[in-house]
């Protein structure tokens, strides 16, 4: 399947999209693109192929997905494979899965009704949770090297269909909500600290400290 035709596809299921740069994750739009909810235009389309654009899909509420991105070039799989240690399995769980240009993977949840989530960007060294406000780069789309997106299904229909996804794991839910409340108290505290001791967390440091708070959120969940 080639981006144009995927892009139609979605299209033709009302999925809320937006064009990206060509072998980029950037809107071509710039910010104007936030508050978007309607699916390309049949012009839109036609630039995908002229100008070798990339596609991205809007994440959260306006389109019911929700996305765990794995950036294994940042710690992602290890910190992935801590997360399921500590709250059970999540790729299993997964029907969507895309391996991105960079070998990570986009795991493709649907959210469930009455759950309101904003995106949580580095909730882990390497993780990204993807939702309100956020999008993610669409399958079928290039990066920089000309690694293509590609989803892992079994099958050769490689449509998205929103309804067919497994819904967010309730044991995710938990964390990210109880991620965020530490997340909250943490900055807050850590702010104060900061202004009295003039102290910042070095940069080779940040990835050790973030684990560091994900021990403590062990501890959360598991009282």
């Known amino acids: 399947m080639y981006l144009k035709d995927y ?8 999925l809320a999209t937006i064009l990206l740069r060509s ?13 978007r909810s309607a699916p390309l235009t049949n012009e839109e389309i036609s630039l995908i192929e002229s100008q070798k654009l990339n596609v991205g899909i809007l994440t959260g509420e306006v389109n019911n997905i929700v996305v ?4 294994p070039r940042n710690g992602g799989s290890k910190s992935f494979e801590e997360l399921e240690k500590l709250i059970g ?14 070998n990570g993977f986009h ?15 580095g909730f882990l060294p390497g993780l990204d949770f993807l939702s309100n406000g956020s999008y993610f780069v ?5 990066n920089k ?3 293509q997106y590609f989803p892992l299904l ?13 819904k967010l794991p309730s044991e995710l839910i938990r964390y990210l909500e109880a991620k965020k409340k530490s997340s909250h108290r943490t900055n807050s505290t850590n702010s104060q600290c900061a202004l009295k001791n003039n102290h910042i967390i070095p940069e080779g440091q940040r990835n050790e400290q973030m684990f560091k708070k994900a021990s403590a959120l062990r501890r959360v969940l598991s009282s």
């Open 89 to 102: 399995p999540i790729r299993e769980k997964c029907k969507y899965i895309v391996k991105t240009g960079g």
């Open 145 to 147: 090297d000309g690694n």
């Open 68 to 71: 765990v991105d794995i950036d």
């Open 23 to 35: 072998k980029e994750k950037i809107p071509i739009a710039g910010s104007s693109w936030k508050g």
């Open 107 to 121: 795991l493709l949840f649907k959210l469930p009704d009455g759950i309101n989530l904003n995106s949580q960007k």
């Open 7 to 14: 892009a139609k596809d979605l299209q033709s299921k009302s």
């Open 138 to 142: 669409a399958p079928f789309s290039t």
């Open 154 to 166: 079994s099958h050769n229909d490689k449509s998205l269909y929103v309804d067919d996804l497994s």
